[in-house]
T-cell receptor, first 114, second 111 residues
Framework: DTGVSQDPRHKITKRGQNVTFRCDPISEHNRLYWYRQTLGQGPEFLTYFQNEAQLEKSRLLSDRFSAERPKGSFSTLEIQRTEQGDSAMYLC????????????FGSGTQLSVL | RKEVEQDPGPFNVPEGATVAFNCTYSNSASQSFFWYRQDCRKEPKLLMSVYSSGNEDGRFTAQLNRASQYISLLIRDSKLSDSATYLCVVNLRGGNTPLVFGKGTRLSVIA
């Protein structure tokens, strides 16, 4: 399967712990996005990369969140000092980076903060 | 006005019915428009792009009204397999800026 893959699929953690998620995009895609989705809501943009450069971060993204894409391939999203409000599905998507582009999403990481 | 606004539904329709979803967007300079489909507990997948001239793909028709800043999706002859959430997606700020998703409209097609 050469689609977008995310790991882990599920993560349960206690409040205050740090968590890290990984996303492997489709190999020829140079653009990678992180979105967050809660029940009954659409995906909400967090940040995106063009190759290894982080081009934009949502103002919703607190300083507890950090994302990297060190070699322009896979990406990690870390949440420090998790809070119950961080519980959500974290979706990664990749694209070729062209105009009118199609996003390909991974299956997501479901985070539950207890 | 919310950036991308949709009626959340749910829309419960019988098989064979025609159903229409509308979506409004806040920025008249928005450039690209899409409908994505999301099945329960699955990731969103592109259903179709929306072009200024309107476009059709089988039972699905998408239309764009730039003057009124809304897009629509029409599903004819609904199938049970059409049951899903339909997300309105807009390149709200144009150029290479991230896509903005609406909350989605849930459709249940009933036998």
């Amino acid at each position: 399967d050469t689609g977008v893959s995310q790991d882990p699929r599920h993560k349960i953690t206690k409040r205050g712990q740090n968590v890290t998620f990984r996303c492997d995009p489709i190999s020829e895609h140079n653009r990678l996005y992180w979105y967050r989705q809660t029940l009954g809501q659409g995906p909400e943009f967090l940040t995106y990369f063009q190759n290894e450069a982080q081009l934009e971060k949502s103002r919703l993204l607190s300083d507890r969140f950090s994302a990297e894409r060190p070699k322009g391939s896979f990406s990690t999203l870390e949440i420090q000092r998790t809070e119950q409000g961080d519980s959500a599905m974290y979706l990664c998507a990749s694209s070729l980076g062209t105009t009118n582009e199609k996003l390909f999403f991974g299956s997501g990481t479901q985070l539950s903060v207890l | 006005r919310k950036e991308v606004e949709q009626d959340p539904g749910p829309f419960n329709v019988p098989e064979g019915a025609t159903v229409a979803f509308n979506c409004t967007y806040s920025n008249s300079a928005s450039q690209s428009f899409f409908w994505y489909r999301q099945d329960c507990r699955k990731e969103p997948k592109l259903l179709m792009s929306v072009y200024s001239s309107g476009n059709e793909d089988g039972r699905f028709t998408a239309q764009l009204n730039r003057a009124s800043q809304y897009i629509s999706l029409l599903i004819r002859d609904s199938k049970l397999s059409d049951s899903a959430t339909y997300l309105c997606v807009v390149n709200l700020r144009g150029g290479n800026t991230p896509l903005v998703f609406g909350k989605g409209t849930r459709l249940s097609v009933i036998a």
